[in-house]
């Protein structure tokens, strides 16, 4: 019997929507069994919580990436030394020998003097206004910029919230106990207490103590009450100073290398992006929740003596600060487009805070 001619069309039709429909899962499917493994370095020690282990930390964010994906990317974890020394994560990216790197980018400033601004800034922003300008303000797109024709991309993985100024194993009383002193000090802070005199040395968190206990350092900045408690920091100074100028924040830096993250499907992409994510806002409570906690065990049980610089002192840092960063902005191009952006949206976010956030920390301490 002869086939009429709409009834073969209407036949090639259903066969192919049937090939494609049938064609879809083995293409999903092809898909979803790409499996990925990636190393992960990192710029601190084995089991150092917040940096290394618990909840928000780079060993978090492995297993969530994992947990999220399947099992389609793994990402083995290297603590300090484990793989490569401490502070060598950016060439192990940049070049490839590992896809990922856990640390902060002012570790970077000798590469790349911008990247600073993406950790923290003395005077700056604290941890909302942070991500604020990193998320919606263009900063992470700022980042992306800087970083990319360095074959790198970075996304934020972690926050501490404000940091303490510091421990001296003497008091501050003026500006002028800052000259000789010497001091472990990251960042663009490191440069303005340079400026004040400060012999400044920049070393990771597992020689700090051994250098405060030997005198070989006057002081140290590391992060916080819980942290610094856990270095052992008070038993080699007794003089714990806050205000958190120098670091009002601070951003734990997830740096990958560009080719390995251009050959992650989107998923995966949008996995690691938001596994980052979580553990940006997951590390910043876990801080929150055990600070108070250790602080009050340093001064109660330990004889640890906190106080707030003085304003005089304050007042001198923020003049300072304002030069140096000036003066660094004008000596780089990329700086002073990064720096341009950070002080206008932190102006812009400083003129709400002082209308919100300002005045609820004012009745909350009691104040009117």
């Known amino acids: 019997m002869a086939i009429k001619r709409r009834d073969f069309l209407k036949a090639g039709a259903g066969l192919a929507t049937g090939s494609v429909i049938a064609g879809a899962p083995m293409v999903a499917k092809s898909q979803s069994s790409q499996r990925f493994t990636w190393r992960m370095t990192n710029a601190y020690p084995p089991e150092a919580p917040f940096y290394v282990s618990?909840?928000?930390?780079?060993?978090?964010?492995?297993?969530?990436?994992?947990?999220?994906?399947?099992?389609?990317?793994?990402?083995?974890?290297?603590?300090?030394?484990?793989?490569?020394?401490?502070?060598?994560?950016?060439?192990?990216?940049?070049?490839?020998?590992?896809?990922?790197?856990?640390?902060?980018?002012?570790?970077?400033?000798?590469?790349?003097?911008?990247?600073?601004?993406?950790?923290?800034?003395?005077?700056?922003?604290?941890?909302?206004?942070?991500?604020?300008?990193?998320?919606?303000?263009?900063?992470?797109?700022?980042?992306?910029?800087?970083?990319?024709?360095?074959?790198?991309?970075?996304?934020?993985?972690?926050?501490?919230?404000?940091?303490?100024?510091?421990?001296?194993?003497?008091?501050?009383?003026?500006?002028?106990?800052?000259?000789?002193?010497?001091?472990?000090?990251?960042?663009?802070?490191?440069?303005?207490?340079?400026?004040?005199?400060?012999?400044?040395?920049?070393?990771?968190?597992?020689?700090?103590?051994?250098?405060?206990?030997?005198?070989?350092?006057?002081?140290?900045?590391?992060?916080?009450?819980?942290?610094?408690?856990?270095?052992?920091?008070?038993?080699?100074?007794s003089y714990y100073y806050t205000t958190g100028w120098h670091e009002p924040n601070n951003v734990t830096e997830l740096l990958i290398n560009r080719e390995a993250w251009e050959s992650l499907p989107e998923d995966l992409q949008a996995i690691v992006r938001t596994a980052a994510m979580a553990c940006n806002i997951e590390s910043h409570a876990w801080s929150e929740a055990n600070n108070a906690d250790a602080l009050t065990d340093l001064v109660e049980n330990e004889g640890v003596i906190a106080d707030t610089l003085p304003e005089s002192v304050v007042s001198r840092l923020r003049e300072v600060t304002m030069d140096v960063l000036e003066e660094g902005a004008n000596e780089d191009p990329e700086t002073r487009r990064v720096h341009d952006a950070f002080f206008a949206f932190r102006d812009k976010h400083a003129s709400w805070a002082a209308l919100s956030e300002g005045p609820v920390q004012r009745l909350i301490n009691g104040g009117a």
């Open 54 to 237: 618990g909840p928000g930390s780079p060993e978090d964010f492995c297993a969530k990436v994992e947990a999220m994906s399947g099992g389609r990317l793994r990402i083995q974890h290297f603590a300090a030394g484990e793989l490569i020394p401490a502070l060598e994560g950016y060439e192990a990216v940049a070049a490839g020998t590992v896809q990922m790197n856990a640390a902060n980018a002012y570790f970077w400033a000798g590469q790349i003097p911008a990247a600073q601004y993406f950790t923290t800034v003395p005077f700056g922003m604290n941890f909302q206004g942070m991500n604020a300008w990193l998320y919606h303000g263009g900063g992470l797109e700022l980042w992306h910029e800087l970083y990319a024709e360095r074959g790198l991309i970075a996304f934020p993985m972690g926050n501490t919230g404000v940091q303490m100024t510091g421990w001296f194993r003497e008091p501050i009383t003026s500006v002028a106990d800052f000259d000789g002193l010497n001091m472990r000090i990251p960042g663009l802070a490191g440069k303005v207490y340079a400026a004040l005199g400060v012999n400044v040395r920049l070393l990771p968190g597992g020689e700090i103590f051994p250098a405060l206990e030997r005198g070989v350092i006057d002081a140290a900045e590391f992060v916080g009450p819980y942290q610094d408690r856990r270095l052992g920091l008070h038993q080699a100074a």
